[in-house]
């Protein structure tokens, strides 16, 4: 039995190291306009993705506007965005991965950008303007 849990975990490891290549090579098309290459990698990603969660092995990608888990997700930087939601996802950065459910190591949370409000306008006095109340009452 120690041998073939052993057996999974490698396997397990190896199929995150693929999924890890993966990611990169749609980033690479992603840059391009050759969307055929790009939505080939994907089926592939989709295609791999079924065998591996067959044995408990799951992808976190988050999508635009999820709710913020510090369970599945590390948020590694902030951009203003009036589109999602602030302290929601703005993108995934690098995906994560579950065993079973759980984490498959500590570091397999997926990377994540949040949204963060606009900045509002700094406060000027010049841009106050003044109201008349008509005569002060005593």
């Keep these: 039995a120690g041998n ?8 397990q490891q190896t ?6 290549y993966l990611e990169r090579t749609a980033d690479l098309y992603a840059q391009e306009e050759d969307d055929g ?11 791999f993705e079924k065998m591996t969660s067959a044995l408990g092995l799951q992808r976190i990608v ?7 888990s510090d369970r599945i ?21 690098r995906w994560g ?4 459910g759980e984490l498959f190591d ?6 994540v ?11 000027q006095e010049e841009n106050i303007q003044a109201v008349d109340y008509g005569p002060a009452r005593n």
Excluded at 15 to 20: D, E, K, L, M, Y
Excluded at 82 to 93: A, D, I, M, R
């Design 106 to 111: 500590p570091n397999s949370r997926a990377r």
């Design 15 to 20: 199929a995150v190291s693929f999924f890890q």
């Design 73 to 93: 997700h590390q948020c590694v930087d902030e951009q203003v965005s009036s589109e999602v939601t602030p302290g929601n996802v703005l993108y995934c950065q």
């Design 37 to 47: 290459s790009k939505a080939l990698i994907l089926k592939i990603v989709g295609d």
């Design 113 to 123: 950008t949040l949204a963060r409000q606009p900045e509002q306008e700094p406060f």
């Design 97 to 100: 991965y579950l065993r079973k």
């Design 62 to 68: 988050p999508a635009a506007d999820d709710i913020m």
């Design 4 to 11: 073939l849990a052993r057996d999974l975990n490698d396997w």
